[in-house]
Structures are given as structure tokens and as C-alpha cells.
Nanobody, 119 residues
């Protein structure tokens, strides 16, 4: 069993910054890709940023130049630094990880953390 626990969400004014963290725990052999997704009210869940175990990174166009994804493989943790936040960044942010355990390889999700950008 694998758990992903997110932290760092909250309320911030436009132009502000937040840093999200997501720590994976459990009987983990290895973690391949890790990423952040978001879902705004009435919209589908969408990819924000993803990072492979080798450090290759992909960003969604709306966040390029403002968000930075990183990971600490020793801590099984992925981060999302969000700068210059806009009201349209308001959403529930979910952590995702592609994990190999003793039972095989699977895709896991965190419970989500709310990010609200408002004045």
C-alpha cells in the first residue's frame, strides 16, 4: 500500500506564492514519474507539471515560467513552487506518482489540497 500526503495549499493573493509538497510512503521499491494535477470547479482534472525519476520535466503551458516542479528521491517527495499566482490557478491540486511496490507497479493519487488565489 502506498500513501501520498500533500501539504502547502491555502489562500493567497494574486501575485503571491505557495509551495506544495507531496510525500510518498509505504512499501515502495521505486518511484518513476511524479506529478501535480489540478481540478477547478466544473472542469476536468488537468496536468500541471510532471517530473521523471531522471529529472525530465514537463509543464502545462498556463504555468510555464511561473511554477517549478522538483523532487527529492531520497525522501520520496515532490514539490511544486508556485509563483506569480493568478485567480485562474484556483483549484484542488493533486499529487500523482507511478510507484513499484512488492505487489507490482501502480498509479497513486493524493487526497488533494485546495489552492485559492483571491484578493
Amino acid at each position: 500500500q502506498v500513501q501520498l500526503v500533500e501539504s502547502g495549499g491555502g489562500l493567497v493573493q494574486p501575485g503571491g506564492s505557495l509551495r506544495l509538497s507531496c510525500a510518498a510512503s509505504g512499501r515502495i521499491f521505486s518511484i518513476y514519474g511524479m506529478g501535480w494535477y489540478r481540478q477547478a470547479p466544473g472542469k476536468q482534472r488537468e496536468l500541471v507539471a510532471a517530473i521523471t525519476s531522471g529529472g525530465n520535466i514537463n509543464y502545462a503551458d498556463p504555468v510555464k515560467g511561473r511554477f517549478t516542479i522538483s523532487r527529492d528521491n531520497a525522501k520520496n517527495t515532490v514539490y511544486l513552487q508556485m509563483n506569480s499566482l493568478k485567480p485562474e490557478d484556483t483549484a484542488v491540486y493533486y499529487c500523482n506518482a507511478d510507484v513499484r511496490t512488492i505487489g507490482g507497479r501502480g498509479d497513486y493519487w493524493g487526497q488533494g489540497t485546495q489552492v485559492t488565489v483571491s484578493s
